[in-house]
T-cell receptor, first 113, second 112 residues
Framework: EAQVTQNPRYLITVTGKKLTVTCSQNMNHEYMSWYRQDPGLGLRQIYY???????DKGDVPEGYKVSRKEKRNFPLILESPSPNQTSLYFC????????????FGSGTRLTVV | LAKTTQPISMDSYEGQEVNITCSHN???????ITWYQQFPSQGPRFIIQGYKTKVTNEVASLFIPADRKSSTLSLPRVSLSDTAVYYCLVVLGYNQGGKLIFGQGTELSVKP
């Protein structure tokens, strides 16, 4: 089944403890993105990647890092999480030339205490 | 990318046709219009994309006038399961690659 897989689905962590949220897609898509969703603020793009080793900042990149060493994977790294990064995170991917929009993962609910 | 404006909320009843209009006055020549649907705590789901005139798929229709400054998503005969938030986005190019800006969306409530 074509899908975007995020792990973990739920995570509670403490301030300052580095964490990685993984994202993998099995559709050979070129484009991948990370979003966070917060009540009243909607979906905001954190980082995006247009292909392997090509990444760029979205609207809210502070406090996050990404890497795109392989086409299928696009992990989101929080080097030193803080409570204001408590949010619902979504990874998404899209194939060039398909015109069918992004496929989103099921989300990762992160709580930083 | 052009900013979009759409109603915050809409109510409808089962079986009715629902039209959600989105304004994007500053749309550029290479921009496409795309719509997503989102249920609570789930990732958005792509519904439809268009450039001009009318596009139809198995789920919805998208009407775009000649000046492309607005677009209308039409959902035929809605059911309770169509209750969701609908987002209108202007995206750069057919591929939608890169920056996507989601607005506040339209919260559609379908009643029995």
């Amino acid at each position: 089944e074509a899908q975007v897989t995020q792990n973990p689905r739920y995570l509670i962590t403490v301030t300052g403890k580095k964490l990685t949220v993984t994202c993998s897609q099995n559709m050979n898509h070129e484009y991948m993105s990370w979003y966070r969703q917060d009540p009243g603020l909607g979906l905001r793009q954190i980082y995006y990647s247009m292909n392997v080793e090509v990444t760029d900042k979205g609207d809210v990149p502070e406090g996050y890092k990404v890497s795109r060493k392989e086409k299928r994977n696009f992990p989101l790294i929080l080097e030193s999480p803080s409570p204001n990064q408590t949010s619902l995170y979504f990874c998404a991917s899209h194939g060039a030339g398909q015109g069918r929009g992004y496929t989103f993962g099921s989300g990762t609910r992160l709580t930083v205490v | 990318l052009a900013k979009t404006t759409q109603p915050i909320s809409m109510d409808s009843y089962e079986g009715q046709e629902v039209n959600i209009t989105c304004s994007h006055n500053n749309i550029a020549t290479n921009d496409y219009i795309t719509w997503y649907q989102q249920f609570p705590s789930q990732g958005p789901r792509f519904i439809i994309q268009g450039y001009k005139t009318k596009v139809t798929n198995e789920v919805a229709s998208l009407f775009i006038p000649a000046d492309r400054k607005s677009s209308t998503l039409s959902l035929p005969r809605v059911s309770l399961s169509d209750t969701a938030v609908y987002y209108c986005l202007v995206v750069l190019g057919y591929n939608q690659g890169g920056k996507l800006i989601f607005g506040q969306g339209t919260e559609l409530s379908v009643k029995p």
